[in-house]
């Protein structure tokens, strides 16, 4: 479990500091198929925080299956981080405790008529 | 030229703001610009962000500038207390506040305070936050709502307005009788949004009117950037705010968008703001 609190912000907003959390706090975690990201003491995260730090760990053209959990989000499940899985294909989805739950949606999955 | 405020001044897209139409941005070098805000008796915040604004391109502009201060004193000291006076007197504008108090910062989260960078949109929400707590305004949860709000809005500014003289913040709480509730706002001197939103080749050509391109950016995914997976920004304020008893405001250029409790959006011509403002009141 990888403590964003520690990383000395109660608020996690930009998108420099989604490059720095990656950068210092998950450099090791690179090739982990889960990763748990605990938001417990993070007063509030904004879309672009959010948006940034899902493109460092779902890049763009790697079909790295992964799932990363949000665990402690400072709120529900808002329409706009759905809205940042839906650009980026990833499917995000709020747990019966309250936290996010990205993976990829599956290529497997037929293609729609 | 004299520009004499409203008597109740909100903001500088209402109707009966009778504001230049001349655009600071681009004036060369003329008479003196003199604001006049002595009949206010009131100064809403984006009120005040556009008198920053407005005065600072005009001083960057190498026209001189003078404020005059209201003769309320209280408004005079509300002005005084979240920066206006000294933000404007650091740039070189003429502002005569003698016997105005520097007042309470008791409901001011944060007052009026330049964001140059990411680092400082990170820096300014993070002291907002503590603010807030250590002045007990606002319910935690809310605090942290008004927090995202604002460093979306100062992260647009500082991505995307290109502004020489850079963009200005600031949250207030505030209770008239309807509930207590937090105020956000960010303005700046920049391009606006739909000079923006025309450097995305997809969109050149397609946005005539700058209420159209306020409206379109409030869309999701989009953006100035040809990145498909940007946009979020503006979007994600505008279904934040989406609900009732919150309220979003966004003036850029001649146009203005105005989402209230109804539910639904006004788009419509303003008078000119130079840059663009985005103020966005909710319950605290």
């Given at each position: 479990?990888?403590?964003?609190?520690?990383?000395?912000?109660?608020?996690l907003v930009?998108r420099?500091?989604a490059?720095?959390?990656?950068?210092?706090?998950?450099?090791?975690?690179?090739?982990?198929?889960?990763?748990?990201?605990?938001?417990?003491?993070?007063?509030?995260v904004s879309p672009s925080f959010v948006d940034e730090l899902l493109s460092?760990l779902?890049?763009?053209?790697?079909?790295?299956?992964?799932?990363v959990?949000f665990?402690?989000p400072?709120?529900?499940?808002p329409?706009q981080i759905?809205?940042i899985g839906?650009?980026r294909?990833?499917?995000i989805?709020?747990?019966?405790?309250?936290?996010w739950?990205v993976?990829?949606?599956?290529?497997?999955?037929?293609?729609?008529? | 030229?004299?520009?004499?405020?409203?008597?109740?001044?909100?903001?500088?897209?209402?109707?009966?703001?009778?504001?230049?139409?001349?655009?600071?941005?681009?004036?060369?070098?003329?008479?003196?610009?003199?604001?006049?805000?002595?009949?206010?008796?009131?100064?809403?915040?984006?009120?005040?962000?556009?008198?920053?604004?407005?005065?600072?391109?005009?001083?960057?502009?190498?026209?001189?500038?003078?404020?005059?201060?209201?003769?309320?004193?209280?408004?005079?000291?509300?002005?005084?207390?979240?920066?206006?006076?000294?933000?404007?007197?650091?740039?070189?504008?003429?502002?005569?506040?003698?016997?105005?108090?520097?007042?309470?910062?008791?409901?001011?989260?944060?007052?009026?305070?330049?964001?140059?960078?990411?680092?400082?949109?990170?820096?300014?929400?993070?002291?907002?936050?503590?603010?807030?707590?250590?002045?007990?305004?606002?319910?935690?949860?809310?605090?942290?709502?008004?927090?995202?709000?604002?460093?979306?809005?100062?992260?647009?500014?500082?991505?995307?307005?290109?502004?020489?003289?850079?963009?200005?913040?600031?949250?207030?709480?505030?209770?008239?009788?309807?509930?207590?509730?937090?105020?956000?706002?960010?303005?700046?001197?920049?391009?606006?949004?739909?000079?923006?939103?025309?450097?995305?080749?997809?969109?050149?050509?397609?946005?005539?009117?700058?209420?159209?391109?306020?409206?379109?950016?409030?869309?999701?995914?989009?953006?100035?950037?040809?990145?498909?997976?940007?946009?979020i920004?503006?979007?994600a304020?505008?279904?934040?705010?989406?609900?009732?008893?919150?309220?979003?405001?966004?003036?850029?250029?001649?146009?203005?968008?105005?989402?209230?409790?109804?539910?639904?959006?006004?788009?419509?011509?303003?008078?000119?703001?130079?840059?663009?403002?985005?103020?966005?009141?909710?319950?605290?």
């Open positions: 479990m990888i403590e964003l609190r520690s990383f000395g912000q109660r608020a930009t420099e500091a490059r720095r959390a990656v950068s210092t706090l998950l450099a090791d975690q690179a090739v982990l198929s889960s990763i748990d990201l605990d938001f417990s003491g993070v007063e509030a460092k779902f890049p763009a053209g790697e079909h790295l299956e992964r799932v959990r665990v402690s400072p709120r529900r499940l329409n759905l809205a839906r650009g294909k990833l499917r989805v709020e747990s019966p405790t309250g936290d739950v993976s990829r949606v599956a290529t497997t999955d037929k293609p729609r008529v | 030229m004299v520009v004499k405020a409203p008597e109740q001044f909100e903001h500088a897209g209402q109707r009966e703001a009778r504001l230049p139409k001349h655009d600071p941005r681009t004036a060369q070098a003329g008479d003196d610009v003199i604001v006049d805000l002595r009949a206010c008796s009131w100064v809403r915040p984006p009120a005040a962000l556009w008198c920053l604004i407005f005065g600072r391109l005009t001083l960057a502009s190498g026209v001189p500038f003078t404020l005059l201060v209201p003769d309320n004193i209280g408004v005079a000291t509300y002005l005084q207390a979240i920066g206006l006076f000294d933000l404007l007197k650091e740039a070189g504008a003429n502002v005569d506040d003698r016997g105005v108090g520097k007042g309470s910062q008791g409901q001011i989260g944060v007052p009026l305070t330049k964001i140059a960078s990411e680092r400082d949109v990170e820096d300014v929400t993070n002291l907002a936050l503590e603010q807030l707590e250590a002045r007990q305004l606002g319910a935690p949860n809310r605090r942290g709502t008004v927090a995202e709000a604002f460093a979306e809005l100062g992260m647009n500014a500082v991505q995307h307005s290109e502004s020489a003289v850079g963009a200005f913040g600031m949250i207030q709480y505030y209770d008239l009788g309807s509930g207590p509730r937090f105020a956000c706002v960010v303005a700046d001197g920049g391009v606006g949004i739909m000079a923006s939103l025309e450097r995305n080749p997809a969109l050149q050509g397609k946005v005539f009117y700058d209420w159209d391109a306020i409206a379109m950016a409030m869309q999701e995914r989009v953006s100035g950037t040809a990145d498909p997976t940007r946009g920004g503006l979007y304020i505008a279904e934040e705010l989406r609900r009732p008893k919150h309220h979003l405001l966004i003036h850029s250029g001649i146009g203005l968008v105005s989402q209230s409790e109804e539910l639904e959006a006004d788009a419509r011509r303003t008078p000119l703001f130079p840059g663009t403002l985005a103020y966005a009141t909710l319950p605290a």
